[in-house]
């Protein structure tokens, strides 16, 4: 399995202290994304300026923290990473094999105190679908208590629903155009899955990033509400999400430009209307 992130965290992805692994690749592209790194299934190499060093391309791509991507895209060798151990310039990711990856689960087991386990999240979990089917499976006949989180359009996600214990789903915009637009996939497949989680998964969580001119207008918001309204229910809870620009800078790290402004902050006022609406229909808010 291809794992660009992992290590622990308390309640922020499920519930109690959780090992949260960072699942390598994501089939959608949405331009706020905090973890760019994890967005190609094959990797990126990663250049950190506070460590890069121009002797460790043979090909003259480094002039002092500069990484000339043009010049990598032809390179075959990657002296930078295949020759060189350094924290400039690294792959995003590790590769463990699902054995590895249970064994170290299970190492930890005594650290998963108020009720907490396992967090795959990504990138997209389901990228890798095959491996995360197996290793969810095994886990849960452990014992572990298992969460995902996940952007929701893998046409095969509901397989995954009896070994997960706590799901969680982005839910980023109900039009489908506009969907798209942001993502490069329409929002069908994520709202047919989101249903059938809400009728047939006993713990769903349901996130909204909220992100200034692409989903925070009056008419998203009413959009938002009638889907929450449909699929509410004892086991269905919401969060909304303020955008942040915590990945900013691991886009110039990777070599590619952040496109979002100032424009995709919103404004707590907004941020608070959604949430009382939310709670105003009927339907559970709470945060994970
Ligand atoms: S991939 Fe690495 S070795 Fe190759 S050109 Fe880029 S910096 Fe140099």
Redesign the pocket.
């Known amino acids: 399995m291809k794992i660009f992130q992992k290590g622990f965290n308390y309640s922020q992805d499920g519930d109690g202290n959780r090992l949260v692994y960072h699942l390598q690749g994501c089939n959608m592209r949405c331009p706020w994304c905090a973890n760019p790194e994890g967005m190609p299934i094959e990797g990126v ?1 990663v250049a950190d300026e506070d460590w890069i060093l121009e002797s460790i ?3 003259h ?2 002039t002092g923290s500069n ?1 000339n991507r043009t ?2 895209e032809s ?1 075959e ?5 295949t020759e060189h151990s350094t924290k400039g ?1 690294y792959l995003s990711y590790e590769e463990l094999t699902v054995d590895e990856v249970v064994d170290e689960v299970l190492a930890n087991e005594m650290m998963f105190y108020d009720g907490g386990g396992v967090t795959f999240t990504g990138g997209e979990v389901t990228v890798q679908f095959e491996e995360i089917r197996e290793v969810l499976k095994r886990l849960k006949a452990h014992g572990i208590h298992t969460a995902i989180e996940t952007n929701g359009a893998h046409g095969r996600l509901a397989e995954l629903f009896p070994y997960i214990d706590q799901l969680i789903m982005d839910c980023k915009l109900c039009d489908s155009k506009k969907h798209e637009a942001m993502t490069g996939i329409p929002s069908e497949p994520v709202m047919k899955n989101i249903r059938e989680a809400a009728k047939k998964h006993p713990r769903l969580h349901v996130r909204v990033p909220l992100v200034g001119g692409v989903n925070d207008s009056e008419e998203d918001r009413e959009a938002f509400l009638r889907f929450f309204d449909e699929i509410k229910g004892e086991n269905v809870t919401f969060e909304v999400l303020a955008y942040h620009e915590f990945g900013k800078k691991k886009w110039a790290q990777c070599g590619r430009e952040y496109q979002m402004t100032e424009k995709a902050y919103v404004d707590d006022t907004v941020l608070k209307c959604f949430r009382k609406a939310i709670a105003d229909i009927g339907a559970c808010y709470r945060r994970t």
């Open positions: 190499i391309c043979p090909h791509a480094i990484v010049i990598c390179c060798k990657m002296e930078c990473i310039m």
